[in-house]
């Protein structure tokens, strides 16, 4: 389980917030651009310090502040697909799914097996050679999962995952994302501006407004959100 | 009625009339001022260009070929030539070494003195080459603030090849950093922050992320670094002399040619014009290659 209490000063506002999700369930984090979205993921990564608080993975301390305990983001044991997915342009598809096995000190062997069986289940076995600036945005973003479900991570992090993506390959996506996330049991985080993602892969869901959470409710509660205060104003 | 009418006929066509003719009027003015305008920019541009590349066209005229590869035989040619080269490559080293952490450290972090710390490093860029020799002299010349104490351990660091060194490093080093620093600014912080949650430390980040990203910034930087070293005149006479074989660079020796025999000085200058030639398609090629991939 994950567990978050913290506290951080932001430019215009003071980011608190304290929740805590289940492995195996997803919470959906909605709200409009410059409310704290993206830092909150940043700080529970570890990318990013809080000025106060505790964050806890699995009963193990990832920050606090009281004990002065800050555990460094690649100690953190967390898979987090970046808004803009973050793939290492100079390197090949395989080798960006290979990075975090070859940090692990992983056999050359099984590295192959392993990074076999997760471009073979994202559809991108074909493609291992092409770099990955070359590829299209829904193959970086399954590259990108790829890579971060591949180090078997106690945390999953997403940031606007299918925001890259055209509105046609977002349901697609959708789906395909919702189940994988299921298939590895643990907390997981998406940043969504989109009420579908919410309805779609959501087990709980947050609106997050100037720093703060405004509500907090089930998934299925979360469409009624738009007769009040409607939390992605632009759509 | 109906003649009223047709007078009002006849002014309206005479209108329309005029009004084509001034239309015609501005149309031709116009064109005539776009062509005065392009003929203006062409001849201010043969101009410029004819400046730049009369001299060097007249270096070449003046230095036959065969005067050119016989001058190359002599021993303070050769000795410029490898001097030049060696003090150069040991420069862009150093500045490359010694940079590049100062360049990354710049283009990411905020520290108290930044904006001091990088004034300073932008100085030389501005700064006479003359006044750096003289100033590199007063701090390590035999008399100067450091110098003086390496003096009474025996070490002298004036007008010895360690000077040119030094003095290569003082002016090229901002090339270097100023080009890598863009380069590592131009590196998307996502790319390290993806490293760093897949379980890369700060230092793996840097060799397997940062730098293969950043790495034909940093290559046209230490060219440019290395053609500046090259070209290093006042500094290293000021502070290291000009002694033949020792701190007599290719610059130099063209200078002190220039009183004697001026074939070995063309035939130095036209080394060092051929080598300016392959620095600048070099960048080019690493440049583009940077915005191709970006």
């Known amino acids: 389980m994950l567990e978050i209490d913290i506290q951080k000063r932001l430019r215009d506002f003071e980011l608190e917030v304290k929740l805590d999700v289940e492995a195996g369930q997803t919470l959906m984090l909605v709200g409009d651009n410059g409310c704290g979205k993206t830092t909150l993921l940043n700080l529970v990564a570890g990318l990013e310090n809080p000025d106060r608080g505790r964050i806890a993975l699995d009963g193990k301390v990832l920050f606090d502040c009281s004990k002065r305990i800050i555990v460094p983001p690649e100690a953190r044991g967390i898979g987090y697909v970046f808004q803009s997915y973050a793939l290492f342009p100079h390197m090949s598809i395989y080798d960006n799914v290979a990075f975090g096995l070859r940090i692990r000190r992983m056999a050359a062997g099984e590295i192959k097996i392993l990074v076999k069986e997760h471009l073979e289940a994202a559809g991108l076995w074909e493609i291992r050679a092409a770099k990955a600036a070359n590829v299209s945005g829904g193959q970086k973003q399954r590259a990108a999962l790829a890579r971060a479900l591949i180090i078997e991570p106690r945390l999953l992090l997403l940031d606007e995952p299918l925001s890259a993506l055209d509105v046609r390959k977002q349901a697609t996506m959708r789906r395909e994302l919702r189940e994988t996330i299921r298939a590895c049991a643990v907390p997981c985080i998406i940043v969504t501006h989109d009420l579908r993602d919410v309805a779609s892969m959501g087990d709980q869901a947050c609106l997050l407004e100037q720093g703060k959470i405004a509500q907090h409710a089930s998934a299925e509660d979360v469409l009624s959100w738009g007769l009040g205060a409607d939390p992605d104003g632009e759509r | ?294």
């Open chain 2, 1 to 294: 009625m109906s003649q009223n009418i047709a007078c009002d006929q006849t002014e309206l066509i005479a209108e329309r009339e005029t009004a084509n003719r001034d239309h015609e009027f501005i149309g031709i003015y116009s064109r005539l001022a776009r062509a005065s305008l392009k003929a203006g920019i062409a001849v201010l541009l043969i101009i410029a260009m004819s400046f730049i590349a009369l001299p060097i066209i007249a270096l070449f005229l003046k230095s036959p070929l065969d005067t050119t590869l016989q001058s190359l035989r002599d021993p303070m040619a050769l000795d410029a030539l490898r001097l030049s080269l060696t003090t150069s490559a040991l420069t862009t080293l150093i500045v490359v070494v010694m940079g590049t952490p100062i360049a990354y450290v710049s283009a990411r972090f905020h520290y108290f003195g930044k904006e001091i710390a990088d004034s300073l490093i932008d100085l030389p860029v501005i700064m006479p080459p003359a006044v750096a020799g003289i100033a590199l002299l007063m701090a390590f010349g035999r008399m100067g603030i450091v110098g003086h104490y390496l003096n009474a351990f025996g070490i002298s660091v004036a007008f010895t090849t360690l000077a040119v060194i030094m003095a290569q490093v003082f002016v090229s080093s901002p090339f270097y950093i100023r080009q890598a620093r863009t380069s590592f600014e131009d590196v998307d912080v996502s790319f390290e922050n993806a490293a760093r949650t897949l379980g890369a430390s700060r230092v793996y980040t840097f060799f397997h992320v940062i730098l293969p990203i950043a790495i034909n910034g940093l290559i046209s930087g230490a060219i440019m670094a290395f053609a500046r070293s090259l070209g290093e005149f006042g500094a290293t006479i000021m502070f290291a002399g000009n002694f033949q074989g020792r701190t007599q660079t290719m610059p130099l020796a063209i200078y002190t040619a220039m009183q004697g025999d001026l074939d070995v000085s063309l035939c130095l200058s036209i080394i060092l014009v051929a080598i300016s030639f392959a620095v600048i398609i070099l960048v080019r090629t690493m440049t583009r290659r940077v915005t191709r991939r970006c």
